[in-house]
């Protein structure tokens, strides 16, 4: 396993530069009069970041892509919670709000789903460590830097981790298109956990079995389903649209 991995573009690179994780160097492309790349070339400073000067072909031969936005970041490697710490951390708190994450492979969307999974205020996003797309670099500019602001935990097995969320006293709302119960028929408040299931297949039975509840979004015409990361939006807003209805 390599001992090091390179992130790019703005939001990702500032994040992990606010964040905690180990930080080897700092890359970047030109001189910018961009204020943000001012913001983070002061703040590297601040935290003793060499910074070496690239040419933009260089940074997109390190990076893989030309999307770097003239940055990248030398770092040690994404560093995955521990579902039971992240569970030890909640307790007291009868507002949980977990996304899990059954077989989502596309990095783009597991990016846009950390990313919605953040903007939401959930305490964690659970993913599978086989046949789903992990946290790499693809999905750290994808969640626009979100990776460094949320717990992500890997898990050998979904199905085990939802009957832990269910012995921490969470109720598990599965997602999906052919329920005859809608998610806005439930109640949201409490202990949630949210299972996405993957592109294409959906959630897999035996995690389907694993849910108090499955549910769908009423679609009004158009195609027959929605993108995952755009369904685990939906979702998510939902919850957050409940609480803030109830606080009122």
Not at 199 to 227: A, F
């Amino acid at each position: 396993m390599s001992k090091e991995e390179i992130i790019y573009g703005l939001n990702p690179v500032m994040e992990a530069v606010r964040g905690s994780r180990k930080i080897f160097e700092l890359f970047v492309a030109g001189t910018s009069a961009d204020k943000r790349l001012e913001k983070l070339l002061k703040l590297a400073a601040e935290k003793k970041i060499p910074v070496r000067q690239r040419e933009k072909g260089d940074l997109s031969r390190l990076c893989g892509t030309e999307h770097h936005q003239g940055v990248a970041l030398k770092v040690e490697p994404f560093p995955y919670a521990d579902l039971d710490d992240v569970l030890e951390e909640l307790e007291g708190n009868p507002n949980g709000l977990i996304l899990v994450l059954d077989s989502v492979q596309d990095p783009h969307n597991l990016g846009a789903l950390i990313r919605s999974a953040a903007c939401s205020g959930a305490h964690a996003v659970v993913i599978p460590k086989d046949r789903a797309a992990g946290v790499t670099a693809v999905v750290e500019k994808s969640s626009a830097g979100a990776t460094e602001t949320v717990a992500v935990a890997q898990v050998t097995n979904i199905s085990q981790a939802l009957e832990s969320l269910k012995k921490a006293g969470f109720w598990i709302y599965g997602a999906d298109g052919s329920a005859r119960s809608t998610l806005y028929q439930q109640d949201f408040t409490g202990r949630v956990a949210l299972v996405i299931g993957g592109e294409g297949e959906g959630i897999r039975p035996l995690v389907r079995k694993g849910c108090d509840e499955v549910v769908s979004i009423p679609l009004q015409g158009g195609v027959n389903s929605l993108n995952a990361s755009v369904a685990g939006g939906i979702f998510l807003f939902e919850v957050v649209r409940q609480r803030l209805t109830v606080k009122k």
